[in-house]
């Protein structure tokens, strides 16, 4: 189906880049003051472990699928409670993609329009991408990533014609370590989203190769992440850029003149897109899961239109007391949750280094 190895490489790129780029970065310029940039590499470096214990678990079976084998390692009932949980976790970050977009375009361009209309049609637009499954996930990732990168290096471009380079000693002189930890971890909550990589197979099998491009692609959008938080910080500086609530967009509009001054709704149809085709892929994943669990493979369909307008419905939820909404989803605990399922493959990887020492015992008593 993938045609060169690259494709999974574009595939992660838009999806990890989705997220990070419009909500991780006020959220490190409130707390992280001059080191939001050690929090992003420290994290970064986590989710590359994660990383490699996430392939290391797809090699455990090359000819199947974690979802299938995953019950052989830890057992049919605890493998059923992780679908289960993971299903939850898909489904939860999946109206969260909706409430925050909706949160995002309605204060900026729709203040008029009611809330539940915008999500009723990010929901609709979430299940029909889901309902073409993985592979067009895959070709829609490849047109969009040549026009993300661009958007991208010119936004980064933009951007460093009017920074304050007088504050980058702050980076280094600054010892505000109290919150580095806290940070790190947020950050690993939004790069070490690797386990839902492991869904890829059956449609490419899970090796070494696909660790390469999957580095590569958590590497560029790490490089991305911390140009445009170290841009945003240099032009803002670290108290009015905390007082934004998407200082990214606040920056495209003062810093690009003329022609490109109006360049920021290309920019958040480019970012729609992603999170479009990132929000599809976890509805993807919570209606495999729960197809596993329930034993009907062939309702895919019927599945993803009913983990969509969950999503939808829980959106809504979260739109009726938003205050709360955006307090709760900047909370540390949030993204300790978020960091222990990511670090299911983690967990899974241990419990095979046990398995194959018993196999080894067993041999040498035979």
Request: with cysteine; proline share 3%; aromatic share 16%.
């Amino acid at each position: 189906m993938i045609k060169t190895p690259w494709q999974t490489f574009r595939f992660a790129f838009i999806y990890l880049n989705s997220q990070p780029s419009a909500y991780l970065i006020p959220i490190l310029l409130g707390s992280s003051m001059y080191l939001g940039w050690a929090a992003i590499l420290l994290g970064s470096l986590l989710s590359t472990f994660i990383l490699w214990c996430t392939i290391r678990l797809g090699m455990w079976d090359r000819e199947r699928a974690w979802i299938d084998f995953g019950e052989q390692i830890v057992g049919k009932w605890i493998h059923s409670l992780v679908l289960l949980l993971l299903s939850f976790w898909a489904v939860t970050y999946a109206s969260i993609d909706i409430q925050s977009f909706t949160l995002f375009y309605g204060s900026n361009y729709m203040r008029e329009t009611p809330q539940w209309f915008i999500q009723i049609i990010l929901g609709i637009v979430i299940i029909f991408t889901a309902r073409w499954g993985f592979k067009t996930l895959v070709y829609l990732s490849d047109g969009l990533f040549f026009f993300t990168v661009a958007a991208l290096v010119l936004t980064i471009s933009s951007f460093a014609k009017d920074a304050d380079l007088h504050m980058v000693p702050g980076f280094f002189t600054h010892r505000n370590y109290g919150t580095l930890a806290k940070d790190t971890v947020i950050v690993l909550s939004y790069l070490g989203e690797w386990i839902v990589f492991l869904f890829i197979a059956p449609y490419i099998q899970i090796g070494w190769r696909t660790m390469r491009n999957l580095f590569c692609a958590g590497l560029l959008v790490t490089i991305a992440i911390t140009l445009q938080w170290t841009l945003t910080f240099l032009n803002f500086g670290p108290h009015l850029g905390k007082l934004m609530q998407f200082p990214l967009i606040e920056l495209l509009r003062s810093s690009v003149t003329g022609v490109l001054g109006n360049i920021d709704p290309l920019i958040i149809g480019l970012w729609s897109s992603s999170m479009f085709i990132h929000s599809a892929f976890l509805i993807h994943i919570a209606a495999r899961c729960f197809g596993k669990l329930l034993r009907t493979q062939r309702m895919q369909l019927t599945l993803v239109t009913l983990m969509g307008g969950s999503a939808t419905v829980s959106a809504y939820q979260f739109s009726r007391d938003p205050t709360s909404y955006q307090q709760n989803v900047g909370l540390l605990s949030t993204a300790v949750f978020w960091v222990i399922v990511e670090c299911i493959p983690v967990m899974y990887w241990i419990v095979t280094l046990f398995r194959s020492k018993e196999k080894q015992q067993r041999n040498r008593r035979s």
